[in-house]
């Protein structure tokens, strides 16, 4: 998809109703990260599902300027221009790791477009601040050659837009985690950037989500991907 400067590549993988997929990788979110993932999740959605896999900009082979004002909203921008892009009024989404912050934020944005939701171990800030802006200078350092129209500021810019709040999800403020009416299953994180703060604050405020502690490991692996199967078979639209 191309859209003004920005570049997207995406891929689809099955027919039904659709998945929007966000993997795991931090700001190196590309499709190639779900092998991260304790299951193929995109392999086991898509024998009943149209899932719309993606590189965010600036991972894999997406690309997109660098600006001041770059943040939340600008990947938020993004993923709602790719739904119009392929016709998609509503989806379900997916996403792991950063793929968390993704998902609160277009809920947070066009709760409409989104059906129901699974979160698997999302990203959260509890002390661990220096942690993202290290991972971040490592993905700007990695990136600065592909950027030549970005400044320093702009890079710091962009880092603060991003990890310079004190919103437990990082990407939409504590308090309207309260007005997500969209279904919501939250699978527990339980490390420095997933805390387990972070899944339990998004479970236990939203009003229409569940929180899954016990799905990593491999003895749990299999009712764990069960379950997101028959979660999101019990909110598909017909």
């Given at each position: 998809m191309e859209k003004d400067d920005v570049r997207i590549r995406y891929e689809e993988?099955?027919?039904?109703?659709?998945?929007l997929a966000f993997a795991p990788g931090g700001l190196r979110s590309a499709i190639e990260w779900w092998s991260a993932a304790p299951w193929d999740v995109p392999d086991a959605l898509s024998g009943d599902h149209r899932v719309v896999l993606m590189d965010q900009r600036n991972a894999g082979?997406?690309?997109?300027?660098v600006r001041a004002d770059?943040?939340?909203?600008?990947?938020?921008?993004?993923?709602?221009?790719?739904?119009?892009?392929?016709?998609?009024?509503?989806?379900?989404?997916?996403?792991?790791?950063?793929?968390?912050?993704?998902i609160a934020n277009l809920i947070h944005r066009a709760p409409e477009r989104v059906a129901a939701a699974?979160?698997?171990?999302p990203i959260g800030l509890?002390?661990?601040?220096?942690?993202?802006?290290?991972?971040?200078?490592?993905?700007?350092?990695?990136?600065?050659?592909e950027h030549p129209e970005a400044t320093e500021q702009d890079w710091t810019s962009f880092r603060d837009n991003l990890y310079g709040g004190d919103h437990v999800l990082w990407s939409v403020p504590?308090?309207?985690?309260a007005t997500f009416d969209v279904p919501l299953l939250v699978f527990a994180g339980g490390d420095e950037p997933h805390p387990a703060s972070a899944s339990a604050m998004l479970a236990d405020?939203?009003?229409?989500?569940?929180?899954?502690?016990?799905?990593?490991?491999?003895?749990?692996?299999?009712?764990?991907r069960e379950s997101v199967a028959n979660f999101f078979a019990l909110h598909t639209s017909s």
């Open positions: 993988r099955g027919e039904g109703f659709p998945v082979e997406s690309w997109a300027p770059d943040g939340w909203d600008r990947y938020t921008d993004d993923h709602l221009a790719l739904l119009d892009h392929l016709g998609i009024e509503r989806c379900h989404l997916v996403g792991m790791c950063i793929g968390g912050a993704f699974v979160v698997l171990q509890e002390g661990n601040r220096e942690l993202f802006h290290s991972t971040f200078a490592d993905f700007a350092a990695k990136q600065a050659d504590d308090e309207a985690v405020v939203a009003p229409n989500a569940t929180l899954v502690e016990r799905w990593k490991a491999p003895e749990y692996t299999d009712a764990a």
